[in-house]
């Protein structure tokens, strides 16, 4: 076992061992926030958040699961100004479907610092498509995190998305479960386009032995795909999120230039209360959003590592470097 590996598995127990109750920073406090923003590298970057509303502006669709509450762009902006994050990737919901307005003028409104990733319909004609080039967006997002219906039709839609982002130069982000992304790997890994797995490539807090697990790491270490490390609190309890380090660390452990971190703001759920209507507001997670970086910045004590996650990889995939 070589020394970084070994220097990975400490820091899991590390993690896993701290006191819930006793997190590094008192984040109600001023000074505490600007002792976590020291830590932040200059251009670092949130890959992944959502705008939501106004709703009479940007009406949601009726196939939707839920409705979420509204989240504005300068809450977004007051957020990573407390973080010292520099930097934001929105990414379209899927109560928005193909319509992408709300995120366009987001788009507009953060200027060069943000980028955006979209939902296509099958049938965009190449002048949407460079509209939206145009407006910041660098990838199409295919969202189905609960599994498909029809694995071949899902193949055939993960290679059509391939090589239409590849004519771009975008990549395609996909929200899929874990088993599902490692039975697509093979469609993957021939895509002239790269891919971004969104939140822990569709993990659950089960460890590396899961379905799927050995073939992620595949494609992290090829260069195909990148991991994000986003909403871990989907699959785990906060302020440790048991479970969820060790994937992190095995997939920083892979190939470091291919991870990516996310706050998954504002923490929209993926489904309502069955009790519920869809026409009922369903709550955010409530989440820490300055102890889930921490976290996230205690895994990665290296600079060099915490560079590359949180300036450099998001700065060529997303063509910062090229603004």
Same mark, same amino acid.
């Given at each position: 076992?070589?020394?970084?590996?070994?220097?990975?598995?400490?820091?899991?127990?590390?993690?896993?061992?701290?006191?819930?109750?006793?997190?590094?920073?008192? $984040?109600?406090?001023?000074?505490?926030?600007?002792?976590?923003? *020291?830590?932040?590298?200059?251009? &670092?970057?949130?890959? +992944? *958040? $959502?705008?939501?509303?106004?709703?009479?502006?940007?009406?949601?669709?009726?196939?939707?699961?839920?409705?979420?509450?509204?989240?504005?762009?300068?809450?977004? %902006?007051?957020?990573?100004?407390?973080?010292?994050?520099?930097?934001?990737?929105?990414?379209?919901?899927?109560?928005?479907?193909?319509?992408? %307005?709300? #995120?366009? /003028?987001?788009?507009?409104?953060?200027?060069?610092?943000?980028?955006?990733?979209?939902?296509?319909?099958?049938?965009?004609? @190449?002048?949407?498509?460079?509209?939206?080039?145009?407006?910041?967006?660098?990838?199409?997002?295919?969202?189905?995190? &609960?599994?498909? %219906?029809?694995?071949? !039709? #899902? *193949?055939?839609?993960?290679?059509?998305?391939? %090589?239409?982002?590849?004519?771009? !130069?975008? $990549?395609?982000?996909?929200?899929?479960?874990?088993?599902?992304?490692?039975?697509?790997?093979?469609?993957?890994?021939?895509?002239?386009?790269?891919?971004?797995? /969104?939140?822990?490539?569709?993990?659950?807090?089960?460890?590396?032995?899961?379905?799927?697990?050995?073939?992620?790491?595949?494609?992290?270490?090829?260069?195909?795909?990148? =991991?994000?490390?986003?909403?871990?609190? +989907?699959?785990?309890?906060?302020?440790?999120?048991?479970?969820?380090?060790?994937?992190?660390?095995?997939?920083?452990?892979?190939?470091?230039?291919?991870?990516?971190?996310?706050?998954?703001?504002?923490?929209?759920?993926?489904?309502?209360?069955?009790?519920?209507?869809?026409?009922?507001?369903?709550?955010?997670? +409530?989440? /820490?959003? =300055?102890? #889930?970086? @921490?976290?996230?910045?205690?895994?990665?004590?290296?600079?060099?590592?915490?560079?590359?996650?949180?300036? +450099?990889?998001?700065?060529?995939?997303? $063509?910062?470097?090229?603004?």
């Amino acid at each position: 076992m070589n020394s970084r590996r070994i220097a990975l598995k400490a820091m899991v127990a590390g993690v896993a061992g701290m006191a819930i109750g006793s997190p590094t920073f008192a $984040h109600d406090q001023n000074e505490e926030l600007k002792k976590l923003r *020291s830590l932040m590298p200059v251009n &670092s970057c949130d890959c +992944h *958040s $959502h705008i939501v509303g106004p709703y009479d502006k940007y009406p949601m669709v009726e196939s939707r699961a839920y409705t979420p509450p509204m989240a504005s762009v300068s809450e977004l %902006r007051k957020l990573h100004k407390e973080l010292g994050i520099d930097r934001s990737v929105l990414i379209q919901p899927s109560f928005y479907g193909t319509d992408n %307005r709300c #995120l366009l /003028d987001a788009l507009r409104e953060l200027g060069p610092s943000s980028r955006g990733v979209a939902v296509v319909a099958p049938d965009a004609t @190449e002048a949407e498509l460079d509209n939206l080039k145009k407006s910041g967006i660098v990838g199409i997002r295919i969202n189905q995190p &609960s599994g498909p %219906r029809d694995s071949n !039709g #899902l *193949s055939a839609l993960i290679d059509r998305a391939g %090589r239409q982002a590849a004519e771009l !130069g975008w $990549h395609v982000q996909v929200f899929l479960p874990m088993r599902v992304i490692g039975s697509l790997a093979p469609t993957i890994e021939r895509s002239p386009a790269p891919f971004v797995l /969104d939140h822990y490539a569709g993990a659950k807090a089960e460890g590396t032995t899961q379905d799927g697990f050995d073939a992620v790491l595949g494609l992290l270490k090829s260069g195909k795909a990148y =991991a994000k490390l986003s909403a871990p609190y +989907h699959e785990a309890h906060g302020p440790i999120y048991a479970g969820m380090a060790e994937l992190a660390l095995e997939f920083i452990n892979a190939n470091p230039e291919r991870v990516l971190w996310g706050s998954d703001w504002p923490h929209t759920p993926w489904i309502r209360n069955p009790a519920d209507s869809k026409l009922t507001v369903t709550p955010f997670f +409530h989440v /820490d959003n =300055a102890e #889930l970086l @921490e976290r996230f910045l205690e895994l990665v004590p290296e600079q060099s590592v915490k560079e590359k996650i949180l300036v +450099h990889n998001p700065e060529t995939l997303f $063509h910062f470097a090229f603004a």
